[in-house]
């Protein structure tokens, strides 16, 4: 692990995280869960909110895609949506919701705050995100596509906007 310069699984409890907490609102697929955890240690994210009936942990289904990353990611289960985004609100995050809405913006020219903490709420597989989480969040942020489906599996698109932000973090962090 020394060579890849990444923490053991022991040591990611007191590793520096990103200052974002992805939340997953009513996600159906177990196997989803499990690759966002994995996207989630990956990205070194502070926590992952899952949501009404997203599945949680311990379950073989997760750990299947996890592969462990359940055990490095702090997590949370929460009655329903909004109050997983009471919880982030309360932390002082701010609430972007992840979906194609027509006043959406693009997740390339997304100009991220200086210090405020970010939490990203992603949707159902099908319904996408919640009319409640739309109207708790600061902004809504879409990631552009150009194909004829315009739609990602959820994984995909936490992996996108994820790296993305993270990135962009890195970025500010380092020209400050």
């Known amino acids: 692990m020394d060579e890849l310069e990444r923490h053991a699984a022991e040591d990611m409890g007191a590793a520096m995280k990103h200052p974002l907490i992805i939340i997953l609102d009513d996600v159906r697929s177990m196997?989803?869960?499990?690759?966002?955890?994995?996207?989630?240690d990956a990205f070194a994210?502070?926590?992952?909110?899952?949501?009404g009936y997203t599945p949680?942990?311990?379950?073989?289904?997760?750990?299947?895609?996890?592969?462990?990353?359940t055990e490095t990611v702090?997590?949370?289960?929460?009655?329903?949506?909004?109050?997983a985004i009471t919880a982030a609100?309360?932390?002082g995050y701010t609430i972007w919701s992840v979906e194609q809405t027509h006043n959406s913006l693009s997740l390339g020219e997304l100009d991220?705050?200086?210090?405020?903490p970010i939490a990203l709420v992603f949707g159902n597989e099908v319904n996408g995100v919640s009319d409640t989480a739309l109207g708790l969040s600061q902004a809504v942020i879409e990631i552009p596509q150009w194909g004829s489906?315009?739609?990602?599996?959820?994984?995909?698109?936490?992996?996108v906007t994820v790296?993305?932000?993270v990135n962009k973090l890195k970025k500010k962090t380092v020209n400050t």
């Open 163 to 165: 790296w993305h932000i």
């Open 45 to 51: 994210v502070a926590a992952i909110y899952l949501c």
């Open 112 to 116: 991220l705050p200086a210090t405020a």
């Open 149 to 159: 489906k315009h739609s990602l599996n959820i994984s995909v698109s936490v992996g």
């Open 89 to 91: 609100t309360a932390q």
């Open 74 to 83: 702090q997590w949370q289960h929460f009655p329903d949506v909004s109050a």
């Open 56 to 69: 949680a942990p311990p379950h073989r289904d997760i750990h299947k895609t996890a592969l462990g990353a």
């Open 31 to 40: 196997q989803n869960v499990g690759a966002i955890f994995r996207t989630a």
